[in-house]
């Protein structure tokens, strides 16, 4: 295919170096971006006399035409074409004539390319949140669901204090939340329009760029044409926020395995979305949460991949900056996918409540609530720790636990004990009594489910 920046040179190139130079396996995913942004194009040259408006028409039908064909499947894509920008405009010459090459006229391929990623990214981030804003929804009616039910919550991976298993889901929907914030925070800076920028000085043309960003659903234009061809710090923020997701993503996947283990037995994973071992015929395992867990990683490299290609790139537009592309859409392909397995996941999983119970019952997790018990009736609180923490000592020697223990055992390490000292250790009190405000009980996850309601009914609404 002929190349259409022949002139200073023949235009004659190795077939290997075309093959390394080419991008369209990986920016043909942009057509429609970029010829929305090219009918933008032409509109704004008809309305500033650019061009004439009988050859701006004809170039916006044709786009139009090109880009139904390729929605059909009655066009492919080139791909021996140098990028989607080329073979678009090839095809619009091809099938217009001369009209065709006034298309580019007041714009190049650096603020083109730059249009056409900020569109496309927009809308991938747009598709991420809604997808998050299910993973919450779930997240929030499960915590409903076990708003009553009692696991041990942990430390250095240490039993630690009784909570409430709605609870450890909802640590989950705050933290997604503010992966949806991200997201749409990182949107508000992309949503910034390079075109008219052209190869890095802007042009001689009058052009309206203010005309052409609204015409795409801009709120602004770049205001330092330098600037808004060779930067790609929207690409890098995207990832960072895709990278946290995946972060979290990734704890709440250990968790599960952690959880459906037999060593925990808290949940089990539905059969859709766990493997068999070929060999071992008893095994279950946790092949999708697992899968998530490890390509938290290749968002990692994504993210950092092209931070180490911009580092250190002079101004303005250089060839390095092809590679833009290639992670920032792995990072948003696999995130979606992980969020695809990851919401049906939860919403089909059991949950083994009994487990939960003998695990915080077997962990002495009351142990702090005992030593409150003897500091509210006048004990100083590191001596009531002490006595606390020896009456743990004697449960694990003689195999039992706290609510078991007779109130004559317990009168030997202080006359301070009473009968209301079992109320006090009652693991459903405990918990219930930690009702300040975003704390573990049935009444504050009340609380944060009803919050998340109103937040999820602005998000749907955002999402529109």
Known sequence: MAKLWAGRTDGTTDQIADDFNSSIRVDQRMYREDITGSIAHAKMLKKQAIIPAEA????????????????????AVDESAEDIHMFVEQVLTSRIGDEGKM???????????????????????????????????????????YRDTILPGYTHMQRAQPIMFGHHLLAYAMMTLRDYSRLEDAERRT???????????????????????????????????????SDRDFCLELLSALSILMMHLSRFSEELILWSSWEFGFVELSDAYTTGSSIMPQKKNPDMAELIRGKTGRVYGDLMGLLTTMKGLPLAYNKDM?????PVFDAFDTAEMCLKVLIPMLDTMNVRKDRMYAAAQRGFINATDLADY????????RKAYKISGSLVAKCIDENTVLEDLPLKTYKEYSDLFEN???????????VNRRSSKGGTSSLSIDEQTAWLDGKLKEMRGTDQ
């Open 322 to 326: 092809q590679e833009d592309k290639e």
């Open 103 to 145: 298309l580019h006229t007041a714009r190049s391929r650096n603020d083109q390319v730059a249009l056409d990623s900020r569109m496309y990214l927009m809308n991938r981030s747009k598709e991420i949140r809604s997808l998050l804003t299910e993973l919450i929804d779930v997240l929030n009616e499960s915590a409903k669901k």
């Open 420 to 430: 209301d000292l079992y109320e006090a250790i009652n693991l459903n009190n405990a």
């Open 191 to 229: 949503n910034v329009s390079p075109i008219g920028a052209c190869a890095l000085a802007g042009t001689t043309y009058h052009t309206d760029r203010v005309y052409e960003a609204e015409l795409l659903g801009f709120d602004a234009v770049s205001l330092n044409s330098l600037d808004a061809v």
């Open 56 to 75: 701006a028409d004809h170039i916006v039908s044709a786009l139009e035409g090109i880009l139904a064909d390729l929605e059909s499947g009655t066009l």
């Open 374 to 381: 003897l500091v509210t009736k006048g004990m100083p609180f």
